[in-house]
């Protein structure tokens, strides 16, 4: 059974730091590009961050750039979303995904809720 399950999300101060993690099980994805994404109540899903399969490429939505990090370590089928001086407008369900061999995102996690604050 393929599966994406994130950790890592809890409450902090705004200017602190999290570190969320989103565990890979069921096949290796070390092929796939893997993102992070965000919902907040009453919005829609937003994209954060993506990581291509060797980890060598990475994007950013400009909100978080310069304060985000996304990284992976293939061989232990994780990747890392590392978000440091945390703002009142980042919080939300923080969910793991993964393209699966595909261009789209097609293998969700459950999600990790991010509460910032101020």
């Known amino acids: 059974q393929v599966q994406l399950v994130e950790s890592g999300g809890g409450l902090v101060q705004a200017g602190g730091s999290l570190r969320l993690s989103c565990a890979a099980s069921g096949r290796t994805f070390s092929s796939d590009a893997m993102g992070w994404f965000r919902q907040a109540p009453g919005k829609e899903r937003e994209f954060v961050a993506q990581?291509?399969?060797?980890?060598?490429?990475?994007y950013y939505a400009n909100s978080v750039k310069g304060r985000f990090t996304i990284s992976r370590d293939n061989a232990k089928n994780t990747v890392y979303l590392q978000m440091n001086s945390l703002k009142p407008e980042d919080p939300g369900v923080y969910y793991c995904?993964?393209?699966?061999?595909?261009?789209?995102?097609?293998?969700w996690g459950q999600g990790t809720q991010v509460t910032v604050s101020s």
């Open positions: 990581i291509t399969g060797s980890g060598g490429s990475t």
């Open positions: 995904a993964a393209t699966g061999g595909t261009t789209v995102y097609n293998v």
